[in-house]
């Protein structure tokens, strides 16, 4: 057989998501939570857990999260769709709008998985670099809406890898000017301060869509993302969803998220301090550029070969993110913020990278 002959182009020409599998004591690769569960509820989840009835299927939908989760963002329940991670909720989106012909638009850089699932899905992607501060360039992008009329695009804010939130009147622009959709993804959203929420503007645009995940705070693990739109849309992108898409155990681990939300949230307020101390700490390192963030990662560039400190990183069992390559992102990193602990490990070890780098 000759699998070229047979997988689709669009596949044939992607790169795998790469995910690093390899055992390193520490991992400030992921924008993970570094908070596991704390003692006091474990026995709760487990019990909770040994309750699901593994012999049956799942709630189809995940209706009682559908509405808890709606409940929480005041919205109704039929403007809401819960997801294996805001992963399935990004290729939900690109199968059902991926028509022949169909064009995307992405703000550059950004969350790979934008890019990865809808050429999957067979979207051609349209790049906007973004502007000096990475805010989003609204020229260049209203000239696309114009002249390509994009189906899709994704906005982070706060956007990933760079950490910032994108001025609110440019996110706001994008939407009054796509005849496409819009998301709005708020991955980030409880590590910033000045983050204004889009789910304000569902009810006046109706090609807007916001997407949340509890994957930031505490429960990467469980694969839990949640979209917001409006009804005729949400209607419309059920369709492409599998029914069972969110197992047994993860939505019990999602209603337990929504009883003790309070606790996760001071844990992200917790994270917020780590940042802007880590942030203070980098600043102080010389030849390490850590830029500004509403998110729990840092982004930073440095004066060194950013491949090289990375090695030296790897070699001390550290492992971040190297965003390394030609052009406004040569020499940039991301780091996860650490549990103080491994803040100061991984600060101990920048240090000496950036020592031995030069040896
Ligand atoms: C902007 C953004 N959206 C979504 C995700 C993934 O979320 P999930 O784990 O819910 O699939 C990430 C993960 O890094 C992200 O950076």
């Known amino acids: 057989m000759d699998i070229k002959s047979i997988i689709k182009n669009e596949v044939l020409s992607l790169k795998a998501y790469a995910v690093e599998n ?43 999260l559908v509405h808890r989760f709606a409940g929480r963002l005041g ?31 992405l703000p550059t850089p950004t969350f790979a998985m934008f890019s990865i699932t809808p050429v999957n899905a067979g979207l051609k992607l349209i790049e906007v670099p ?32 760079t950490g910032n939130c994108f001025s609110f009147d440019r996110i706001l622009a994008v939407i ?24 304000g503007l569902i009810e006046r645009h109706d090609n807007l869509i916001v997407l949340r995940t509890l994957s930031k705070i505490g429960f990467a693990g469980a694969r839990i993302g949640i979209l917001v739109a409006n009804p005729e849309l949400v209607a419309e992108l059920n369709k492409v969803r599998l029914p ?23 844990q992200a307020e917790a994270i917020r301090t ?4 880590l942030y203070s700490e980098m600043l102080s390192i010389n030849g390490i ?38 052009g406004r992102m040569r020499n940039f990193m991301r780091v996860t913020v650490g549990n103080p602990d491994e803040n100061e490990i991984f600060l101990k070890g920048l240090k000496e990278g950036i020592k031995k780098q030069g040896a």
Do not use: W
Request: charged share 25%; glycine share 4%.
């Open 176 to 199: 009054e000017k796509s005849p496409g959709l819009v998301v709005v993804d708020e991955a980030y959203f409880n590590f910033s301060t000045s983050a204004r929420t889009a789910l």
């Open 22 to 64: 390899n055992y390193y004591p520490l991992r400030l690769d992921a924008n993970e939570s570094p908070f596991p569960l704390a003692d006091s509820l474990r026995e709760e989840f487990l019990s909770r857990l040994s309750e699901v009835s593994l012999n049956r299927y799942p709630q189809a939908g995940s209706p009682e």
């Open 130 to 161: 973004l502007d000096e501060n990475f805010d989003l360039d609204l020229a260049r992008m209203g000239e696309t809406i114009q002249s390509r009329a994009p189906a899709l695009t994704f906005l982070a804010s706060p956007n990933n890898p």
């Open 75 to 105: 919205v109704g329940d039929d403007q809401v769709i819960v997801g294996n991670g805001s992963d399935e909720l990004i290729q939900i989106l690109s199968i059902a709008v991926a028509r022949p012909g169909a064009e995307m638009m």
């Open 289 to 326: 550029h850590p830029k500004h963030s509403d998110a729990n990662f840092i982004f930073f560039s440095c004066d060194f070969d950013s491949d090289r400190i990375y090695e030296q990183l790897l070699e001390q069992g550290i492992l971040i993110k190297n965003f390394n390559r030609p």
């Open 244 to 266: 069972y898409n969110l197992n047994a155990l993860s939505q019990a681990a999602a209603g337990f998220y929504l009883d003790h939300e309070e606790i996760f949230l001071k």
């Open 274 to 277: 780590l940042r802007d101390q």
